[in-house]
């Protein structure tokens, strides 16, 4: 039997893949980066709240049980690159927490841009 004078195309998926792998790479680094900016956000906002909640107890609450309440929320590598201040304004604390968005994982670098969480919470009355 003969053989078709253009060759076959065996291999052509491969080479195709090949040229495609480094968009394909991209892609999903962009996307990661995507999640990290949105889970830097979340981490932000939920310390925050944490710390706006424990900074109201009648109980050992103040500026100092909010700040340890809102660092503790955080994972320990985001916690070096986070700003946390704490204060009571009109019966109300308030929690702002900055935390650095990361390039591809913590520790490797960071954006310019903190993400930035806020929380109020209103101080308990003792009776």
């Not at 253009?6 to 394909?24: A, C, K, N, Y």
């Not at 991209?26 to 906002?45: I, K």
């Not at 201040?85 to 390039?103: E, N, R």
Request: proline share 6%; with cysteine.
């Amino acid at each position: 039997m003969r053989r078709p004078l253009g060759g076959d195309d065996r291999g052509q998926v491969s080479v195709e893949f090949l040229g495609m792998l480094p968009l394909i790479l991209l892609v999903l680094a962009l996307l990661w980066q995507l999640v990290l900016v949105g889970y830097a956000y979340t981490l932000a906002a939920h310390s925050a709240d944490r710390g706006a909640r424990a900074g109201t107890a009648t109980e050992g609450g103040g500026a100092g049980a909010c700040r340890a309440a809102a660092a503790h929320e955080l994972p320990s590598s985001w916690r070096g690159g986070a700003t946390i201040s704490c204060g009571a304004a009109g019966g109300v604390w308030k929690a702002t927490v900055h935390v650095t968005v990361p390039v591809l994982f913590p520790g490797a670098g960071s954006f310019p841009w903190p993400a930035e969480g806020s929380a109020g919470a209103a101080q308990e009355v003792p009776r």
